[in-house]
Each structure stands twice: as C-alpha cells, then as structure tokens.
C-alpha cells in the first residue's frame, strides 16, 4: 500500500507540474492589455490686431503654449477653410509638415511619448457643432419675433459642414432640434419655440454643455438672452469650469435689460470669456443682428491648436498661456481659454469626455 501511495503521489505531481507548464505557456499566448491615459488638449485661439481685425495666416511655429509653466508642444493645427487663404499657403497647410527631431519617431498619439509628438498634422477643421440656446421666458414677450429672425439670418449665414442644434430655454430646457446640417431643419425647430416662464438659463446652459462635451472637433454654444436668469440651481462659475474643462465655447447675445443688471452684465462677461467666447449686448433688433454676423466672423477666423500634455503631477486645475512667438507677432491680441481641470470618467481615468478639452484615452499595449 505505501509504494502504490507514492507512485499515485508521484503520478499526481508530475500532472500538476506539465498542467502549471502548460497554464505558464498559454498566459504568455495571451497579450498583456495595459490602459494608459493619453490627454489631448484642444485650445480654439482667435488672433486679432489693435483694431479688432482677424489675423490669418499663422503657422504652428508662430504660437507658444505653456501649461502650468511647463512649455509644450504643438500636436495638430488648424485654421477654418474660410479664413481668407490664398491658394499657394492652403496647399502648403493641408500636407504634413515634419518636425526635424531625431528623437522623436513615435505617432503623436502613442503613449509612449504623448508630449513629443514626430509631427504636426496641419489641416483644416473637419468638424464643427453649434448650439444655439434661445431664451423663451417671460422677458421675451415683447421681442420674441424680431429675435427669432435675426437667429435665422444666423442659421442660414452658417457653412454648410458646421452641424446646428437648436434649443430653447424658461423654467426647463427643451432640445428642439439636435445636430443637423440642414439649416430648413434647424429653423423649423426655431419656429415652433413658444414663449414661456420663469428663466433658468444657468440650469439650461450647463445642460447644454454637458450634451456638447463628447463632441469632436470644434464646439460653440451660442446664446440669446433677454434678462437675467430668475430660475436656476447652479451658479454661473459652475457653468465656465465646466465649459473651460470640455473646450466649449459660450458666446452671449444679451439684450439692454440684461445689460441694464449689473451683476447679470458681469455673469454674462465671465461666462463667455473664460470660455474663449465674447459677450454681446444688443439693445434693439439691428444690433442684435450685427452681433451674430460678428460671431459668425469669430467663428470663421478661430485657429484650433491641440497638445499631448508634458508630464504634469498637477491633477487639478491647469493654467494655459498662449503666446505669439517673435516680434512682428508681438503686437497681436490672443483670446481663448485661459485652462482646465481633468474630468473623473466612469472607469476612474482622468479624462474629459471628448478631443476638444483635455481627453484621456486608453490604449491596449501588447
């Protein structure tokens, strides 16, 4: 019985060993799946000179980007098919440019060097959502037709490959119109908006940012307001982190009643330029007019620049400086998001949720 006890052990081990071999083995068949954040930062930049006027023309090499102190390099550049290029300079923007560094072989987008990107992708934008959040409150009873034209002048002013929603705004939000890029569509939602309530434009507008956030490429909400907000749980401050975090910007057209309340003019101004966007005050029909055909001329000369952060133990807010590089550039005014603040997403990465603010993507490492 012993020696029939050790060769039944001795059987046993010898299994166990080839099954362990054999499990060693097939672990390795399989490839080792590793998640890495990869952040992408979208800044939209509007470059004009002392008098207002758009500066076009700009290459990559001409901007300077700065996060938290730490320099970083430009990843993809872009400028709107419309901003007034002649033919020579848009053929020479729509090819690959090469960065000479010997170092640097690797994809932009591989996490193996997220910060030093090979090249610099130059090209024009390939997409371009817009929001446009119509006040349908109270304070709008006795402009409600004249606003609702001068909204669809912008609608139909608006190229064609820029995709518009439309929502309107009182107590609640109503998504009138989703994305589309038939203008007829988009107006027909306008026109059916009816005059309501009490304004809850920060609740509205924070809800409109959250729908715009997984967005790609460029994203701009537009709205009209003709008071203050009367009805919303969430502060304006909320709104701009928010909007700063996701790269969305918030252009405001606002009537003389709003202009009229000091603390909602201020709101107004915040908002939309911490956004990168402006702020409009319109006191009749023909300046609110002007003021959309000047968004339209904003959104048109916006150059839309994106980095793979350096390495940052930062994981709150980050500061961003843009600068023009050289002395003829000196003189030129630059406008865009002045930062942002990485977003917890559902899996527990940093991230944001689209390419436009800061995104965290994961990558599969074999």
């Given amino acids: 019985?012993?020696?029939?006890?050790?060769?039944s052990?001795?059987?046993?081990?010898?299994?166990?060993?080839?099954?362990?071999?054999?499990?060693?083995?097939?672990?390795?068949?399989?490839?080792?799946?590793?998640?890495?954040?990869?952040?992408?930062?979208?800044?939209?930049?509007a470059v004009t000179d002392s008098k207002g006027n758009y500066v076009t023309g700009l290459r990559p090499e001409d901007f300077s980007i700065v996060e938290d102190k730490i320099p970083?390099?430009?990843?993809?550049?872009?400028?709107?098919?419309?901003?007034?290029?002649?033919?020579?300079?848009?053929?020479?923007?729509?090819?690959?440019?090469?960065?000479?560094?010997?170092?640097?072989?690797?994809?932009?987008?591989?996490?193996?060097?997220?910060?030093?990107?090979?090249?610099?992708?130059?090209?024009?934008?390939?997409?371009?959502?817009?929001?446009?959040?119509?006040?349908?409150?109270?304070?709008?009873?006795?402009?409600?037709?004249?606003?609702?034209?001068?909204?669809?002048?912008?609608?139909?002013?608006?190229?064609?490959a820029t995709k518009i929603a439309f929502y309107s705004?009182?107590?609640?939000?109503?998504?009138?119109?989703?994305?589309?890029s038939d203008p007829y569509r988009v107006i027909s939602g306008l026109?059916?908006?009816?005059?309501?309530?009490?304004?809850?434009?920060?609740?509205?507008?924070?809800?409109?940012?959250?729908?715009?956030?997984p967005l790609k490429g460029r994203k701009a909400i537009v709205v009209f307001s003709n008071g203050p907000d009367n009805a919303s749980s969430v502060p304006p401050e909320d709104v701009a982190e928010l909007a700063q975090s996701t790269g969305t910007m918030i252009y405001i057209i606002s009537t003389r009643q709003a202009q009229e309340d000091p603390v909602c003019a201020a709101a107004f101004e915040r908002l939309s330029r911490a956004s990168g966007g402006k702020a409009y005050f319109a006191r009749d029909w023909r300046r609110e007019k002007q003021a959309f055909a000047a968004i339209r001329e904003d959104l048109v000369h916006l150059y839309t620049l994106s980095y793979y952060p350096q390495p940052n133990p930062n994981r709150g807010?980050?500061?961003?400086?843009?600068?023009?590089?050289?002395?003829?550039?000196?003189?030129?005014?630059?406008?865009?998001?002045?930062?942002?603040?990485?977003?917890?997403n559902a899996g527990g990465y940093e991230s944001e949720t689209s390419e436009a603010g800061a995104t965290s993507t994961g990558r599969g490492l074999n």
């Fill in 191 to 213: 026109r059916s908006s009816v005059a309501g309530d009490d304004a809850a434009l920060y609740n509205s507008l924070l809800l409109t940012v959250k729908d715009a956030s």
């Fill in 9 to 45: 052990l001795g059987v046993f081990s010898c299994l166990f060993f080839l099954q362990g071999a054999g499990a060693r083995h097939a672990a390795q068949d399989v490839p080792l799946n590793i998640r890495v954040n990869v952040v992408l930062v979208q800044l939209n930049v």
């Fill in 72 to 160: 970083q390099k430009v990843s993809t550049f872009e400028e709107n098919k419309e901003a007034g290029l002649g033919s020579v300079e848009a053929a020479r923007r729509e090819r690959e440019v090469h960065v000479k560094d010997p170092a640097a072989h690797a994809e932009p987008s591989t996490p193996a060097d997220p910060g030093g990107s090979a090249s610099i992708s130059i090209s024009r934008v390939a997409e371009s959502n817009l929001f446009i959040l119509f006040d349908t409150s109270n304070y709008m009873y006795r402009s409600f037709v004249f606003a609702q034209d001068a909204i669809a002048d912008f609608i139909r002013s608006m190229d064609g």
């Fill in 1 to 7: 019985m012993t020696g029939k006890s050790f060769t």
């Fill in 317 to 344: 807010w980050r500061s961003i400086k843009v600068k023009l590089v050289g002395k003829n550039l000196q003189k030129y005014h630059i406008r865009t998001r002045d930062g942002y603040r990485l977003l917890p």
């Fill in 169 to 180: 705004y009182s107590r609640n939000l109503s998504r009138a119109t989703t994305l589309s």
